[in-house]
């Protein structure tokens, strides 16, 4: 499957209150493996970035005047994320950019030609209640990010990739070769993918909990040594 993993800095938050973009970066994935192309352009916004949002990219306007403008680019973007599955951290807020620049252009939404995931509605489900922003996803989960000073979109690309791998890291189907009536069958059975196994929720009542602790009291005194995990 051909993925890319796409990031953008902007002016501002919101492109109805005439915000624009100031960066695209995307970095392409085959089969879980980085392929080395990328795409990558600054982009002349024709205005000042907030100061906010200058505080985080470090794109001042002097920089930006002598690059492109989006239109020049939009081509080239579309072409590289066209039929891909799109990994976008916080997808709403850079699909919302990008397609408003592409109505300006009158072209049609960038989900029209690609699908788009969220990495940070995924991180969410795997650590509720947590921090969840790029710079704590790295440490959570041991990518290194200690060259990122000031964000970039092409590197924040590159690191989101690499947390993505992270946090997908075992759930891609396994070749599990499942025997159909023993071990010594000889015979291989289909590959399982384990996204589909649904396990069961025993619901165990007071009377069965204490039940079981009455047990392990007594398998306890009869023990030699006790119980290993009651110590």
């Known amino acids: 499957m051909r993925y890319v993993i796409l990031d953008t800095e902007t002016t501002g ?20 493996q980085l392929t080395g192309k990328h795409f ?19 794109l001042t ?8 403008l989006f239109k020049d680019i939009a081509k080239s973007l579309l ?3 066209d039929g891909a599955t799109v990994l976008i951290h916080n997808a709403a807020f850079d699909t919302k950019f990008i397609n408003a620049e592409l109505a300006l252009l009158g072209i049609k939404p960038m989900n029209d030609i690609c699908q788009v995931e969220d990495t940070l509605a995924m991180a969410k489900q795997m650590f509720p ?19 990122r000073v000031l964000h970039g979109a092409l590197l924040d690309a590159e ?17 599990m070769e499942l025997n159909d009536n023993s071990s010594t069958s000889g015979k291989k059975g289909k590959a399982v993918d384990v996204r589909q196994l649904v396990l069961p929720f025993i619901d165990v009542n007071d009377a069965d909990a204490q039940a079981h602790s009455d047990m392990l009291e007594m398998v306890g005194k009869k023990s030699k040594d006790g119980l290993v995990w009651g110590k």
Request: hydrophobic share 35%; glycine share 10%; net charge negative.
């Open 13 to 32: 938050l919101d492109p109805s209150q005439g915000h624009k973009l100031v960066e695209v970066g995307c970095v392409e994935m085959l089969d879980r």
């Open 40 to 58: 990558h352009h600054y982009v002349n916004p024709k205005r000042d970035s907030d100061e906010g949002a200058l505080r985080v990219h470090g």
């Open 61 to 68: 306007t002097e920089f930006l005047s002598d690059k492109p």
């Open 79 to 81: 072409e590289f994320i």
């Open 129 to 147: 209640g947590k921090r969840n922003n790029l710079d704590a996803l790295c440490e959570r989960l041991g990518v290194g990010n200690a060259h």
């Open 159 to 175: 690191i989101l990739a690499e947390v993505y791998l992270a946090m997908t890291r075992g759930q891609e189907t396994l070749g």
